[in-house]
């Protein structure tokens, strides 16, 4: 699992502001320590050196979820055969 950051804010719509050293792609899923899908990325905004992410939380409670540590799992790799001629 790669480390993405922990949560720093929840607004009113539901959705978490992270800042992170490498965004994930939006569209990604985001997990919790156990491995349970929290959200998935919706934008990516900031500075370059510094950038913030935010959040569809799909949790109930998002309140409960700020300050914890937020992790994306390795994207699978395409494997690719021998070129044939």
Same mark, same amino acid.
């Given at each position: 699992?790669?480390?993405?950051?922990? *949560?720093?804010? *929840?607004?009113?719509?539901?959705?978490?502001?992270?800042?992170?050293?490498?965004?994930?792609?939006?569209?990604?899923?985001?997990?919790?320590?156990?491995?349970?899908?929290?959200?998935?990325?919706?934008?990516?905004?900031?500075?370059?050196?510094?950038?913030?992410?935010?959040?569809?939380?799909?949790?109930?409670?998002?309140?409960?979820?700020?300050?914890?540590?937020?992790?994306?799992?390795?994207?699978?790799?395409?494997?690719?055969?021998?070129?044939?001629?």
């Amino acid at each position: 699992m790669r480390r993405i950051g922990s *949560i720093l804010h *929840i607004s009113p719509s539901r959705k978490a502001v992270i800042k992170t050293a490498k965004p994930p792609k939006i569209g990604e899923t985001l997990y919790d320590e156990s491995r349970k899908p929290v959200g998935k990325v919706h934008d990516v905004f900031g500075p370059i050196r510094s950038p913030y992410i935010e959040v569809n939380i799909e949790d109930r409670e998002p309140s409960k979820l700020v300050g914890r540590m937020l992790y994306t799992l390795p994207s699978k790799r395409r494997r690719r055969g021998r070129m044939r001629r």
